[in-house]
């Protein structure tokens, strides 16, 4: 599943898109020191194919509903974890700009939970561990299952930590997990599958699709330590960034602009109580943390029934008339363009 | 047999990013016509064919195979009828062995074992490629494979052929073959292709496409006749006839 | 199958309106790629709760789509197909969160309604902006710009390589499916046994490719480099255009804008 | 000029599973020969053409282009020196516009910028297509396609060009104004095709390849009068030289 970018806030949106950005700086140097320059162009060739082998599905068996391959562990396994990652969030690129499969802002998110997992956690310390060098079909199966099932596990759960620390949605945590991790142990399940079923089938064609990355990567492998500190970094980056941007400024770009025009006060205290508030909660990680309203209330001491009453009431004449003044302005320039075109 | 009619009434295929595929076109073929259909890069003949076993679906227009209308009801029975053979056969060969992807189809038909591998057997051997059989398809060149994709579509025994471009990558032994077992094929064949001597051996009837839109409809022989017509579609005589002193008394300079 | 189509057609379509020749095609693509990511950033960083001074920002959609031609009803259609997903991930916040939040007249409103609302609203302005983006950029402008904001090199030029073989694969991919269909009858030949040797074949197909084209590469003489003609020259129209709409984007973002508006109306009736 | 020699010699290579693909091969060609290659499917033409420019190693046999066998090391020189026009355009078409696609090679050359669209623009006007210069590949017709795959070679001005099927898939038009473009490309040409029309146009020798084994090899005008040859390697003349279907409809037999 992908995070969308209405369910996240910018700290952790932009906490994961430097995580991501710093894995794929170091991915990129590791390919290049591979000095494989056939991998180039057999990366971005590889990407179409995901893309083209999603849009295929089948149909699985006594449930009628249809499955496709999900592509990042079949790329851990054909070009290595680092090229394979590089991919990966290159497809996720396509899809959050074409697709809106995620968004903009998600994306840092969407690579790490989509992208770190299956090739630096599934492929590695799994699928490798268990097929080694000695390929069979049983080993393949049983590497791709578990490494598809783990993988996917693990990046269920990135999903619901990301949407729980931006606090936009008002799931519980228990109920989110509840509800995401039997989910995707079904996907990993069928993804496992066809991956072990697609990887056996080049392997017997042909052989050589396997040992490409075995013969040029000089050590494919980051170690279950280095895997830990990635993700510990990752953790505590956005958990830290999180609580101290929110203990600290309650609002991000409220405070910047705050810094740059040394203004005081900025009017929307409530705003920024709330928000407090939240934060504070959301990264406490307590399992019920859903903020109840009146408790924010509570504790705002200036903000009573009646002008909140006052400011829906013109807030909804307001913004439905801003929105008639953008449709008019959007129409206008629609008539003009027209014209002049 | 009103059963193997093929009839296209104002056909319009416009493509998703509005691209008109084909515009308007009207045709009738009846019972065990040969039918070419012809026209440059680009001119929608893909694209009409398509339409003939329900892959597209007209933007207007309709299409009419046998006694329905083509109709998601009436898609099932369509496509038993009509053996499509694509333009590129890596397309078309997915399973993995060429016995295994001729079997498909009668498989999927639901007939028993020994027809299947009776029809396999057949097709197999009508192509030319029996000993290709546990081949897998990659491993095959150019030729081959099209001779495979060909044998997938006769183990269906369709009641009507459609090719595209059925001769390009086969060596002109290969193309005399397609000739024979297409001259044999009694029922309805409908043909588009750039080979314009295949044309003429094979097809009695040929349709002009030029910018999706048919620009003439007609006996084989008149239609290469017209050099003018030909010209204007970017195409030219057969090369037989080109130097055919009766065709064309003038050669080209 | 009918998806499958889609998915293939849809980028197609956005990639054709990149080819398009509005004042906004031609600004540098860093430019644009800044805005939007402003824009996406101010959305996103208001509290659950907010709706109002979300609504200023559906300027920008306004503005930008009759500029750049981008057809609406493409775009409601797109959206429409996505909002099912939209509604999937907000509509947990009614459910749990039912404490009343405001009034209108007598009615209570939880404030799970407004987050709701609040991120069906976000939701549309972010995948807007994105569309847009791609739109009036094109996906190898959007990579252009990436190389320039020192993206490393390898990442730029296989993503670049990606989206150009998107193209010939899935209209591979497209024309297998279909061919696997037709001889299918129904359910029975898409079981996975077909799917795998088909994807099976795709996958050694694209191997191959990639293969040929390492070679068409290395034949005229690549040795690990990649240059592109593309003079990137940021233009006075591009500094006002981009400074312009984050100013604007900070003034919605500081100011409750229909707030302001809606006093000054009510304000004026009472 | 010994430069733009190609000699093959006692050539063999066996695909990885065992297929011959061709066996004791030995072809000499010299400077400003148009050759073209010919044969039934499945004889091994592709697999020649990928020796010249080092796709695949020779299993026994050697390789030489100009004064240097083909080595490791010398493989960057032949490569600038041999300009290999693929069967599919999209694998040689990988950038995101046709200029930077043409441009790519003479760049990777270290020419200064100017050299460079100066070479771009000659090679794009030659093959008709500058107005397609800033369009992306995939917009490209296949025609179009073809004609910016062989401006991709072209412009890195190689002194041998090779091509495998270059007509396939081309309208009639189209065609022919390939076949008027590599008239006027004076260097070595070589070219594996089923065309036998455009070799006796454009060839003045002709090898044919049968079973991965060379049968022929002279002078494209006799060798298309040995009908029993053509016959055994499962050829037939250029229909420009056979009789005209329309007026005699009976094919010899
Ligand atoms: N998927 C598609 N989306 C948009 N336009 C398309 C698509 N497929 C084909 N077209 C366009 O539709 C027109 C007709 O294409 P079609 O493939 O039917 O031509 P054709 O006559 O078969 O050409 P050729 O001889 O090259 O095979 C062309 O202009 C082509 O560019
Ligand atoms: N990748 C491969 N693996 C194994 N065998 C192969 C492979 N490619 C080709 N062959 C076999 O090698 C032989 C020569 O193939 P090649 O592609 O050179 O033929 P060709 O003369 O180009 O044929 P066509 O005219 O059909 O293109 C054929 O028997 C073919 O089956
Ligand atoms: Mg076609
Ligand atoms: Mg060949």
Redesign the interface.
């Known amino acids: 599943m992908h995070m969308?970018?209405?369910?996240?806030?910018?700290a952790v949106?932009?906490a994961m898109w430097a995580v991501s950005a710093g894995l794929?700086?170091y991915c990129?140097?590791k390919?290049?020191e591979d000095l494989d320059?056939?991998k180039?162009?057999?990366?971005?060739?590889?990407?179409?194919?995901i893309?083209?082998?999603q849009?295929?599905?089948?149909?699985?068996?006594a449930t009628g509903s249809?499955g496709h391959?999900g592509g990042g562990l079949i790329l851990a396994i054909l070009l290595g974890p680092y090229a394979a990652f590089?991919?990966i969030?290159?497809?996720l690129?396509?899809q959050?700009?074409?697709?809106?499969d995620g968004?903009?802002?998600a994306l840092g998110c969407n690579i790490f939970n989509l992208g770190f997992f299956p090739a630096f956690v599934a492929y590695p310390l799994i699928y490798k561990k268990i097929v080694k060098d000695s390929a069979s079909p049983g080993r393949i199966l049983t590497g791709s299952l578990l490494a598809a099932i783990i993988g996917l596990q693990l990046g269920a759960f990135g999903v619901v930590l990301e949407t729980l620390c931006s606090?936009?949605?008002?799931?519980?945590f228990t109920?989110f997990v509840a509800l995401m991790q039997p989910i995707h142990l079904g996907i990993g399940i069928v993804e496992g599958?066809?991956t072990a079923?697609?990887v056996s089938?080049?392997w017997k064609?042909?052989p050589?699709?396997l040992d490409l990355k075995a013969s040029t990567a000089p050590s494919p492998i980051m170690h279950a330590r280095q895997v830990a500190i990635v993700l510990l970094v990752a953790a505590a980056f956005t958990g830290g960034f999180v609580s101290w941007f929110a203990s600290e400024h309650p609002?991000?770009?409220?405070w910047a602009?705050e810094k740059v025009t040394g203004k005081e006060e900025?009017?929307?205290a409530y705003?920024i109580q709330?928000?407090l508030a939240?934060l504070q909660e959301k990264s406490a990680f307590l399992p019920d943390y859903?903020?109840?309203?009146?408790e924010a209330a509570a504790a705002q001491p200036g903000q009573d029934?009646d002008p909140?009453?006052g400011?829906?009431?013109?807030?909804?004449?307001?913004?439905f008339?801003?929105?008639c003044?953008?449709?008019l302005?959007?129409?206008a320039?629609?008539k003009?363009?027209a014209g002049s075109? | 047999m009103s059963h193997h009619i093929v009839e296209l009434k104002n056909l319009t295929y416009v493509y998703p990013d509005g691209t008109t595929g084909i515009c308007d076109a009207s045709v009738r073929i009846t019972h065990g016509e040969s039918v070419a259909i012809i026209g440059p890069n680009g001119a929608g003949k893909s694209t009409l064919l398509l339409h003939l076993n329900g892959f597209l679906w007209p933007s207007s227009g309709s299409v009419r195979i046998g006694d329905a209308p083509l109709t998601k009801e009436t898609i099932r029975d369509v496509r038993r009828t009509v053996g499509m053979v694509f333009q590129d056969p890596d397309d078309q060969l997915f399973m993995?062995t060429i016995h295994d992807d001729v079997a498909f189809g009668p498989y999927n038909l639901g007939l028993p074992n020994e027809e299947v591998e009776e029809r396999v057997n057949s097709a197999l051997s009508r192509m030319g490629i029996m000993h290709l059989k546990d081949k897998?398809p990659?491993r095959l060149s150019a030729g081959e494979k099209r001779r495979a994709a060909i044998a997938t579509v006769l183990s269906m025994m369709p009641d009507i052929l459609v090719m595209d471009e059925p001769s390009t990558g086969l060596d002109p032994f290969g193309r005399r073959q397609l000739i024979g077992i297409l001259k044999e094929f009694t029922h309805t064949k409908i043909i588009a292709t750039h080979d314009l001597d295949l044309v003429a051996d094979l097809c009695e009837r040929a349709i002009i496409i030029h910018d999706g839109r048919i620009k003439a409809d007609g006996p084989t022989a008149d239609i290469f006749r017209d050099e003018a017509l030909l010209h204007e579609c970017g195409l030219e005589k057969p090369f037989s006839m080109q130097s055919c002193p009766i065709c064309s008394p003038v050669p080209k300079p | 199958m009918a998806d499958?189509a889609r998915?293939?057609n849809?980028?197609n379509f956005?990639d054709h309106l990149s080819t398009g020749n509005?004042f906004l095609h031609r600004l540098d693509p860093r430019v644009k790629l800044l805005t939007?990511?402003g824009f996406?950033?101010?959305?996103?960083?208001?509290?659950?709760?907010?709706?109002?001074?979300l609504?200023?920002f559906?300027?920008f959609?306004?503005?930008m789509?009759?500029?750049a031609?981008i057809p609406?009803r493409y775009l409601m259609r797109?959206y429409l197909f996505?909002l099912p997903?939209?509604v999937l991930?907000?509509i947990?916040?009614p459910?749990?969160?039912r404490?009343?939040?405001?009034?209108?007249g007598p009615l209570a409103?939880s404030?799970?309604m407004i987050?709701f609302l609040?991120?069906?609203i976000?939701?549309t302005l972010?995948?807007l902006?994105?569309?847009i983006?791609?739109a009036v950029t094109g996906?190898n402008g959007?990579c252009l710009a990436l190389k320039r904001f020192k993206?490393?090199?390898?990442?730029c030029?296989?993503?670049?390589?990606?989206?150009?073989?998107?193209f010939?694969?899935?209209s591979?991919?497209?024309k297998?499916?279909r061919a696997r269909e037709l001889r299918s009858f129904g359910?029975k030949g898409?079981?996975?046994k077909?799917?795998?040797?088909?994807?099976?074949h795709?996958?050694?197909r694209?191997?191959d490719?990639?293969r040929r084209?390492?070679t068409a590469?290395l034949s005229r003489g690549?040795?690990?480099k990649f240059y592109m003609r593309r003079p990137l020259a940021l233009k006075a129209s591009d500094v006002i255009f981009c400074l312009a709409w984050l100013f604007l984007f900070?003034v919605f973002?500081?100011?409750?804008?229909?707030?302001?508006?809606?006093?000054i109306?009510?304000?004026a009736v009472a």
Do not use: C
């Open positions: 969308a970018d209405a369910l996240i806030s910018p949106g932009g794929i700086g990129s140097k390919v290049k320059e056939r180039v162009p057999l990366m971005g060739v590889m990407g179409a194919f893309f083209a082998a849009m295929i599905n089948f149909t699985i068996p249809s391959l590089l991919v969030s290159s497809v690129v396509v959050a700009l074409f697709f809106a968004g903009l802002l606090g936009i949605t008002s799931l519980p109920t599958l066809v079923a697609v089938f080049v064609a042909n050589e699709i609002d991000g770009l409220e602009i900025l009017e929307n705003n709330d928000a939240q859903s903020l109840k309203v009146s029934q909140r009453l400011t829906s009431v013109s807030g909804i004449v307001g913004g008339f801003t929105l003044l953008a449709v302005v959007g129409f320039l629609k003009r363009s075109w | 993995p897998p990659y | 499958i998915s293939f849809d980028l956005l509005s939007v990511m996406i950033f101010a959305v996103v960083s208001f509290p659950r709760y907010e709706i109002s001074s609504l200023p559906f300027f959609p306004a503005v789509i009759p500029l031609n609406v797109k996505l997903f939209a991930i907000g947990f916040n459910i749990f969160d404490e009343p939040f405001a009034f209108i409103v404030g799970g987050s609040s991120i069906l976000r939701f972010t995948i902006a994105a569309f983006l791609v996906f959007i993206v490393p090199e390898v990442f030029v296989q993503l670049m390589m990606l989206y150009r073989y998107i010939v694969l899935s591979e991919a497209v297998m499916a359910r898409q079981g996975i077909p799917y795998v040797s088909l994807i099976g795709l996958l050694l694209t191997w490719r990639a084209v390492h590469m690549f040795h690990g900070i973002r500081l100011y409750d804008i229909p707030a302001v508006i809606g006093e109306l009510t304000g």
